[in-house]
């Protein structure tokens, strides 16, 4: 069934609303309900049945695994998939993908150096105003101290005020 950004009466479905909003309508039981997805080959909305959708998420798409030793398999009994996950609960729940038959670590946290926009004055913790005043001394600055080494070890300096303050993260 297609159909271009409507309700699907009476089954239980998703659609996109207004604004691009997610709804649903319909009974939160049985086995009728829909997802909407739109299909970018077809350029337009289509249904798409619950449990199929489901089932393919058993068979074709990645696991995610919570354990406190290195997986081996899926836990079904499966051989791994590169994309699968594993979250280490020995290690604080650290994150890992599966790659070409490893397991790589997920980094973690916002790269030094990267400039946010917030609509608050006040400055988010581990973020310096982006106002072209030096980087402070002091050993938690010095990973964005050597990065703005070649600008004289200035902060970019960015408009401010209004809704548009500019953070850059250290």
């Known amino acids: 069934m297609s159909y ?17 909003k997610v709804k649903y309508t319909g009974s939160l039981s049985g086995d009728r309900n829909q997802i909407v997805a739109f299909d970018a080959a077809g350029g337009q909305y289509k249904s798409v049945d619950l449990s ?11 696991e995610s695994l919570v354990d406190s030793s ?25 994150g890992y993908v599966r790659y070409e038959d490893d397991w790589v670590a997920i980094p973690t946290g916002v790269p030094v150096g990267t400039i946010i926009t917030s609509v608050s004055a006040t400055e ?4 310096l105003r982006c106002d072209g005043s030096n980087v402070p001394s002091g050993s938690e600055y010095a990973k964005l101290s050597d990065m703005l080494s070649g600008n004289d070890r200035k902060l ?9 303050f500019n953070y850059i993260k250290f």
């Open 4 to 20: 271009n950004n409507t309700e699907l009466k009476g089954n239980g479905s998703f659609y996109t609303g207004t604004g691009g």
């Open 52 to 62: 199929e959708m489901l089932n393919k998420q058993n068979y074709d798409f990645c």
């Open 70 to 94: 290195r997986p081996s398999k899926r836990q079904g009994g499966e051989a791994l998939k590169d994309g699968d996950l594993w979250w280490d609960e020995s290690n604080d729940f650290t």
């Open 124 to 127: 988010p913790g581990g973020y």
């Open 156 to 164: 970019p300096n960015l408009p401010q005020g209004g809704i548009n």
